[in-house]
């Protein structure tokens, strides 16, 4: 009965925990107002009704009542948007230390990739109680990434990176489905989320038949593509040294300072005259269009590989210093 | 035809003049209410067969009875229809039209021709959205999301867009003139205070109207140029920014929903007092409820884009101001409870409307408070929970204060009753449909059935059944109002000038009004809503 016609969907990841108890206390709420409401006006309606000889007695208001009325609610909406803006406050706070999955979304599938070099279309596999991060973005329109059982959702938009997160706690396998709006196809635009136990996930992963690392063929697309000329692991190259770059402030030729997340490495990519490192020449070729998304992915996962920190999120800092030097002799 | 009974009524707006030409150029107010009406119900029952055709096709999980790229079609043209030309124009241009100078004791619009141009530019909009319907359609939903809309979309993105452009103007104007005609029409004693609410509602929706459409107006001719020059606005490969077009769009599309609830509120706002035989319990609190609906409306646009990629921080503030437009909207519904207590109520068509408005309109305001907290709108958005949630507001809301305000100056109107029995009947259907067809959809939304979706996965049938077979029951009871109104307009009894015993002046004067509303210019000595000095009619309690 309840796999035909079910009333609550399934609860698989952190999120979805703290998402249904506030609905659930909303839900609660709302009854108790409305009963409340609907109670007066049924009542009302029957002792007040027309009856001859009794006529109506004329009130004016009651500016206690009003404001009683009014400061109440309040009070609640406060509590209300409090309490929904933790649970989102950690919705948009992916945890260091997290899994990390590329998202490339076009009409109508989903091509994933992740860190450690799998691909996948239309379905994601991950491992049962660890963090997964998704980096997102899109090949045309806007598209939504969105996992009911885990309570997330997050538009996926061209031409830039958005980020999403969940923990899921409960192998099985749940509905992954577009939600905005893309064309012919979007109903279609659907696939599924696979959650693993995690030894069965790593024979998956060793399974994938992945030719190397993300990050590894972001080094090597860095070298092709002659980045590595420039961008030194010294002090002497014309562009800035990466290593350690990201997730630190920058300081930029016009004064600003950004942070170096995922979205700034894109950026300086294929756009790279819109924030230029303070003491550096805006000499670097524009590769908007020369890259694909997944090649550009492999480029972001690269420079954030780079960062010697021992936290060992990134994949393998360990092959930088092998290729960089010989490579940077043969581009000359 | 033009028997004793017509030939023995006084001279009215309607008998004044015949043929068609009478029509096509009145500047009279009543008569271009009318005519709005005409186009109105022509566009409404072209969005409910569209969707109709959608609730059809959902019937089952598979997509098997229209094509994708047609029922992607389908939603958006009932979007587009029922938004831009059915609910946005149907109580300010009706009901607004043939009651704003009356109520205020004026006899006419301040700019009677402007208004007739405001029709005139409804049609052609009209008429081009049809022609666009006809010859292919478009399919980028109503709310047109860029980069679909301006690089992806092969429909007819232009041509409704520019009708819709179109049909904004028509809505400004609209709103122009109600605002100069409630500052400077108003009769001799008709003070700001004395003003009914119907009148504050509308001054809120004009307000908005003026400020918002332009900015929908400029938003959509972005996206034709974009379109058309690939100007590059909102491509990110060219350094634009598709989520700008989403912050342009909400900033009018989030305040278009108050140009559809508070005149409704207003409509309700007459009716409740009027059958309760009482002044409306906080005149003013209601009064600056309207107008407080308006500012705060401007101020809360992104909360529709919570998981559109805006910032933690905006999402945060935007999350808070939606909760403080919340507060004047429960305002209201407490004080028209409490317009209840201790009175002497009856129950005619118009109040059980009234009491379907308020009781639909707390559910869709309640829900909304689950939509405003960010937590829940990441999982919600985007699916059924939030088109159940704006059905509420806007049909459970907007439409049931339309049908209520029909009913209750219907016998003004046409000055003709309608049969009492059918009309209880009528609105009972239509509350009841209104539940079984929406309610289920709140469970889907949880469940996580994204709304646009054509097909979808088999365990969500059982809910879409419901909603559907709601949905039939919906038309039944918007079809009975349509006939029974047609019917009265030549069988109905003649109504007498205050069937209600209504306060406000529009019931002072003949049913129907005068081309020129009334004989002598009112003068205004007493509050609004002093019923204990009207006495409670006759025709009324009878029940018809």
Redesign the interface.
Known sequence: MF???????TRASTTAG??DA??IF?VA??AL??LA??T??TV??VR????RG?????????TA??VT??VI??FI??V??V???????K??TPPRGATEVYVVAK?WMWKLQHEEGQREINQLHVPLGRDVKLILTSQ???H?F?V??F?????V????Y?TAWFHPTRAGTY?L????????????MIGQVVVLEPAQYESWLSGGGASGTMASNGQNMFQQLGCSTCHRFDTQGRGPNLVGLFGKPVQLEDGRVVTADENYIRESIL?PGAKVVSGFKPIMPVF??LVSEEQLNALVAYVKSLNPSPSGAAGGPTVVPSGAKPQETKVQ | MATAAITAERENYLNQEYGIKSWLLTVDHKRIALLYLLSITFFFFIGGFFALLIRLELLTPA?DLVQ??TY?KLFTMHGQVMVFFFLIPSIPAVLGNFLVPLMIGAKDLAFPRINLLSWYLYIIAGVLMLHCMLTGGV?T?W?F?T??ST???NTKVIEAGLAIFISGFSSILTGLNFVVTIHRMRAPGMTWDRLPLFIWAHYATSIIQLLGTPVIAVTLVLVVLERALHLGIFD??R?GD??LFQHLFWFYSHPAVYIMILPSMGVVTEIIPCF????I?????VALSSISIAVFGFLVWAHHM????IS?YA??IF??LS??V??PS??K???W??T????????STPMLYA?GF??LF??GG??G??L????????V???YFVVAHFHYIMVGGALMGYLGGMHFWWPKISGRMYPESLGRLAALIVFLGFNLTFFPQF?LG???M??????????F???NVLSTAGATVLAVGYLLPMVYFLWSMRYGKVAPDNPWGASGLEWMTTSPPPTFNFDKPPVVTWEAYD??HIP?PQEA?SGG
């Open positions: 796999d035909t016609f079910p009333l609550w969907p703290s998402v506030l609905f909303l709420l709302s107002m409305s409401i609907f007066m006006i009302f309606a007040y009704r027309r009856r009794v006529a109506s007695e004329q009130i004016e208001g009651s009542l009003e009325w009014s609610p309040l909406f406060v209300i948007f309490w929904g803006a933790v649970i989102y406050f919705e948009r009409q045309d329109v806007i939504s969105y009911p059982a309570r997330i959702k997050q538009d938009l061209p031409g830039r958005t509905h489905f577009c939600a905005e709006y893309c064309g012919s196809q979007h109903s279609g756009t908007q269009g | 997509g994708a790229d992607n399919d939903g709310t999301y980069p679909f690089a992806f979309s990110p490969t350094g598709p989520l309760c035989r009482k002044r319990f906080g005149y003013k609190f919570f998981v559109a990629g933690l999402a945060l999350s808070a909760y403080l919340a507060v429960a305002i519904v407490f004080n409870t409490a209840m207590y201790k009175g002497s109520i009856t129950f009491f308020v009781g707390t559910m309640l829900t408070l689950f405003a907290a960010l937590g829940i709108d990441v999982h958005t985007d699916t469970i949880y469940l996580g994204p709304r646009r979706y054509w097909q979808y996965p088999p365990e049938q059982v809910l019923y204990e409670a309690r």
